[in-house]
């Protein structure tokens, strides 16, 4: 009995979150950033990052102004370089779930901050015994509504897990996305 008075306690607190939610698809590109990397003790030269995202996000409103979104998305990493003489090109498919708390901060613009957890290993790579599977970063996230259907966003995320300098080369340390998101609900 206690249990469904506190289930319908809170579904009458929270019932405006249940009604406005917000599905989008999100698109971007950017750039990784990666201070100096070190590969078998020598330096990594010339290295360059380039990110294409797309991801789905699922938003809701928790508090008056403040929302919570999650979702899923898919990271593609085309990276370069060269140690000495060799020259290095590498693709990698990451998959990211987002976490993140935010703010409207005036009508047409919101910023949000959270974590993000990926693979950090190619998928037939993958094995749960082996040690950097996952990488968590943190995940920085502003909105501006062009439309009322239409956002820009600004997305910068930063690798707060403890990886070698060899997970670096196919996904940077820290990468800055900018792109669009289309609201589908």
């Not at 910023?111 to 943190?138: C, E, M, P, Q």
Request: proline share 2%.
């Amino acid at each position: 009995m206690n249990k469904v008075f506190l289930f319908s306690i809170a579904l009458l607190i929270f019932q405006k979150s249940f009604c406005q939610k917000n599905i989008s698809i999100e698109a971007l590109s950017g750039i990784g950033i990666n201070k100096e990397l070190l590969l078998v003790n020598k330096k990594i030269n010339n290295y360059n990052s380039f990110i294409f995202r797309l991801n789905t996000s699922y938003r809701f409103k928790i508090y008056e102004e403040f929302f919570t979104e999650t979702g899923i998305g898919a990271q593609w990493h085309f990276s370069s370089g060269n140690i000495k003489a060799s020259e290095f090109n590498s693709t990698s498919l990451r998959i990211g779930i987002p976490i993140i708390i935010g703010r409207t901060l005036f009508e047409k613009a919101s910023a949000a901050l959270g974590v993000a957890i990926s693979n950090n290993k190619d998928f037939d790579k993958f094995d749960f015994k082996s040690d950097y599977n996952l990488r968590t970063s943190f995940l920085l996230k502003g909105n501006y509504s062009i439309k009322n259907n239409l956002d820009i966003i600004l997305v910068v995320q930063k690798n707060l897990s403890d990886v070698p300098d060899l997970y670096l080369l196919n996904q940077p340390n820290v990468d800055i996305s900018f792109g669009v998101s289309y609201k589908l609900l």
